[in-house]
Nanobody
Framework: QVQLVESGGGSVQAGGSLRLSCSVS????????LGWFRQAPGKEREGVAI???????SVSDSVKGRFIISQDYTKSTLYLQMNSLKSEDTAMYYC?????????????????????????WGQGTQVTVSS
């Protein structure tokens, strides 16, 4: 079973930056969507950004222009570069994956479908932004 391990969370002041990483264990899937989700206390888990195996992306309106999702194929690592952080970005951030044997995973569709579309999850990393 594929495993996801997040790192890079921490505490930062508003306006600062953080980069989250998600290490993806070895697999043979050629079609997939990888994504970042976040969940604040008392709120539902929300999609932040999605990327597919071709590098196409979809980003939530709440972070568009501030967050960038990317992947390093050689390192099997997913990244989330978070800039201009705001207090409302404070949450537990999760890495998630949707793998498939064939067909295409569309990032826009995956982001709209939300957490239920993804079935492999990391343990999460906490991001705290102080104002």
């Amino acid at each position: 079973q594929v495993q996801l391990v997040e790192s890079g969370g921490g505490s930062v002041q508003a306006g600062g930056s953080l980069r989250l990483s998600c290490s993806v264990s070895w697999h043979t899937y050629t079609h997939y969507c990888l994504g970042w989700f976040r969940q604040a206390p008392g709120k539902e888990r929300e999609g932040v950004a999605i990327i597919d195996n071709d590098g196409d992306t979809s980003v939530s309106d709440s972070v568009k222009g501030r967050f960038i999702i990317s992947q390093d194929y050689t390192k099997s690592t997913l990244y989330l570069q978070m800039n201009s952080l705001k207090s409302e970005d404070t949450a537990m951030y999760y890495c998630a994956a949707h793998f498939r044997e064939e067909g295409t995973c569309y990032p826009d569709d995956a982001l709209e479908r939300g957490a239920a579309f993804f079935y492999t999850w990391g343990q999460g990393t906490q991001v705290t932004v102080s104002s």
